[in-house]
């Protein structure tokens, strides 16, 4: 069975800081590694995946994540937040042919002036 | 190009009701998927058509729960009755083929008294 561990329920940075969003990843085989973000009243959308080529990934808005297969981590970073960055983010691990994706619990980012 | 389009946004049922929610994937979107996401949770799927079969239901409450794609294009989720643990946001994605990125609709909002 696959599973994502989230491990912060709340982050609070202020604005030009950077960010670190924490997701430890559980599966039997190699996976597909998703973030994505759900602002208020609006669809998710995915910010970046992992699908076992490059370890480092960069996706939109100047988030990047690194898969760490030896502490089956794929952390989310970005070097300054912005305000509009407030949102709910979701770790997601996927079998090969994403079929099902396994969502964790989310991590809500807050974003001071 | 518009998004995936769910209706209603928001919902106000009380309990032992029916209610239905309807889903307009992206066009030329092969796949559709039905999640449901509980408060403080991450969206759990419901179920997964190709085209108008559905290839994994294998989540879905089938005593209460019922869904249809006719066509292939537009779907609906029914729940008959409704009871006060359905309360969630129910949330529509479509993908061009299962391997894709899923793009999810807004949800709606479904509140059962």
């Known amino acids: 069975a696959q599973s994502v561990t989230q491990l912060d329920s709340h982050v609070s940075v202020s604005e030009g800081t950077p960010v670190l969003l924490r997701c430890n990843y559980s599966?039997?085989?190699?996976?597909?590694l998703f973030w994505y973000v759900q602002h208020p009243n609006k669809g998710l959308q995915l910010l970046l995946k992992?699908?076992?080529?490059?370890?480092l990934v960069k996706g939109i808005n100047g988030f990047e994540a690194e898969f760490k297969k030896s502490e089956t981590s794929f952390h989310l970073t970005k070097p300054s937040a912005h305000m509009s960055d407030a949102a709910e983010y979701f770790c997601?691990?996927?079998?090969?042919?994403?079929?099902?994706?396994?969502f964790g619990t989310g991590t809500r980012l807050l974003v001071s002036p | 190009e518009a998004g995936v389009v769910q209706s209603p946004r928001y919902k106000i049922i009380e309990k032992k009701q029916p209610v239905a929610f309807w889903c307009n994937p992206i066009?030329?979107?092969?796949?559709l998927y039905w999640y449901r996401q509980n408060l403080g949770q991450g969206p759990e799927l419901l179920i997964r058509?190709?085209?108008?079969?559905?290839?994994?239901d294998s989540q879905l409450p089938k005593d209460r729960f019922s869904a249809e794609r006719l066509k292939g294009v537009d779907s609906t989720l029914k729940i008959q009755p409704a009871e006060l643990g359905d309360s969630a946001v129910y949330l529509c994605?479509?993908?061009?083929?299962?391997?894709?990125?899923?793009?999810f609709g807004p949800g709606t909002r479904l509140t059962v008294t």
């Open positions: 599966s039997s085989y190699s996976p597909s």
């Open positions: 066009s030329g979107h092969n796949t």
């Open positions: 058509y190709e085209n108008e079969e559905a290839v994994d």
């Open positions: 997601v691990v996927s079998n090969t042919g994403f079929q099902k994706l396994v």
């Open positions: 992992y699908t076992s080529a490059a370890t």
């Open positions: 994605a479509s993908s061009l083929e299962r391997v894709h990125e899923q793009y």
